[in-house]
């Protein structure tokens, strides 16, 4: 560990929560260098739908490396890039009946929120971007104007402009339809709301606290949309690629987004890839006005390919997504009704899922039990208060049975007082691990 606290940056965040050094996986397991085996429920914040490591994608990208495979290709015509816009418009694009063209931006999240709401704006002669409360769209500036969390924002050293926060479903309370006053303040010429070029949304807002909203909501926010004539974008870049049970996480809705973000899970092998897709309508680039040297990442385009193949041929893969995020559901339902004092609450949608605990202390102290039982799970929200649930959507009924159990009882622990984390625990430790490989 020593090099790591010598030279590396003091910005580090997931190696301070899970402080060991890991150099193997596969599946939902890590193994630190001491051969203790991890359960993964982080699965690269969302990036790892597919596991760690998928023996169904290695084989392939083994084989095109030996055989000398594109890897850096900028935006040029691969045999990688063609098999994979085959690919993806063949599994996912026409069995939607959804017609967009795809553009790759650089290989994370954060550049394809700037492409889609660059493009937007360019499209429609408007400067400003409506963003929700609790939104997480990148760190990047443009990304960082529409983010709502305050640690991030407060790094940036700059104003942060071009955006009108609106309150997301549910902020200001269950009753409360929040699309009614979004569509009130556009409508009034006095309400200081300038027309946006569009509307920036997370169905499932994960790093905001894994808050869903309703089917209602989304349905009158595209009508809101089209009322006015904005653009809507939908950033699936962590509920996309099957984590909310569909392959995008706004199909029970019935909507049609103008612009969708997609990547973390994409590439499915944890390779970095992002892509905008937009309706062709959209699509006014000029030749190179949008760019990225990390654009034509082809290792990710074959992983990616073998991802839609393998798992998205037809709808079993999904119905299996369901079938246990109803699981997960059940479970956490049942450990909030049963700890915290009837103060604790289950939330999510699919295998998106957290347990709201009132407070970051509650959550860290549960977290930090769970990694001591081998469990590496994180928090999310504003005040990191939420418990949150991103196991890789491969997991087994057995391991997931067993990850909520280590959960749990860790709950089980920390609200009885039973069996405190003393600030001056030794993470490093050794003798904590007890399921060594």
């Not at 993964?40 to 597919?50: E, H, K, Q, R, S």
């Not at 418009?89 to 954060?110: A, C, D, H």
């Not at 549910?170 to 699309?179: A, P, V």
Request: hydrophobic share 35%.
């Amino acid at each position: 560990m020593k090099i790591f606290d010598e030279i590396e940056s003091e910005v580090q965040s997931y190696a301070r929560s899970f402080p060991r050094v890991f150099n193997r996986a596969q599946g939902v397991h890590m193994w630190d260098e001491e051969g203790n085996q991890y359960l993964d429920f982080l699965a690269g914040a969302g990036t790892l739908n597919y596991g760690h490591n998928n023996p169904k994608f290695k084989d392939a990208l083994i084989n095109y490396i030996q055989n000398d495979g594109i890897s850096h290709g900028l935006d040029m015509h691969t045999k990688a890039k063609g098999e994979f816009l085959e690919t993806f418009n063949e599994r996912i694009l026409k069995p939607r009946g959804m017609e967009y063209v795809v553009q790759f931006t650089g290989p994370t999240g954060t550049n394809a929120v700037e492409a889609a709401m660059k493009i937007a704006r360019n499209v429609t002669g408007q400067s400003n971007i409506v963003t929700f409360t609790n939104g997480f769209h990148g760190v990047s500036l443009g990304s960082l104007a529409a983010t709502g969390n305050s640690h991030h924002r407060n790094a940036a050293g700059v104003s942060l402009n071009g955006v009108h926060r609106m309150p997301y479903d549910g902020y200001l309370g269950e009753d409360i339809d929040t699309t009614a006053y979004l569509d009130k303040v556009l409508s009034d010429s006095s309400s200081g709301i300038n027309s946006p070029a569009a509307v920036i949304v997370e169905t499932v807002q994960g790093e905001g606290g894994i808050n869903a909203a309703s089917v209602e909501w989304l349905q009158n926010l595209q009508t809101v949309c089209r009322k006015h004539g904005i653009l809507l974008i939908v950033d699936d870049i962590q509920a996309g690629c099957g984590r909310t049970g569909d392959y995008f996480s706004f199909e029970e809705a019935g909507i049609e987004p103008d612009i969708i973000t997609l990547s973390k899970s994409l590439g499915g092998y944890g390779l970095p890839f992002a892509v905008v897709l937009m309706k062709p309508e959209i699509d006014q680039w000029k030749p190179g006005e949008h760019n990225g040297t990390f654009r034509g990442n082809n290792l990710a385009f074959v992983t990616a390919k073998e991802a839609l193949d393998h798992y998205w041929a037809d709808d079993t893969f999904s119905k299996e997504i369901k079938r246990k995020g109803e699981y997960i559901g059940q479970r956490l339902e049942a450990i909030a009704s049963q700890y915290g004092e009837g103060n604790f609450t289950a939330k999510g949608r699919g295998m998106f899922r957290g347990i709201n605990c009132v407070n970051g202390e509650l959550a860290s102290k549960i977290t930090k039990k769970c990694f001591q039982s081998n469990l590496i799970i994180e928090t999310s929200g504003a005040d990191d208060h939420i418990v949150k649930f991103l196991c890789p959507l491969i997991i087994s009924d057995e391991d997931l049975k067993k990850g909520i159990d280590i959960v749990e009882q860790a709950i089980k622990e920390v609200c009885a007082k039973e069996d405190s984390i003393p600030e001056e625990y030794d993470y490093f430790d050794q003798s904590h691990n007890t399921n060594a490989a």
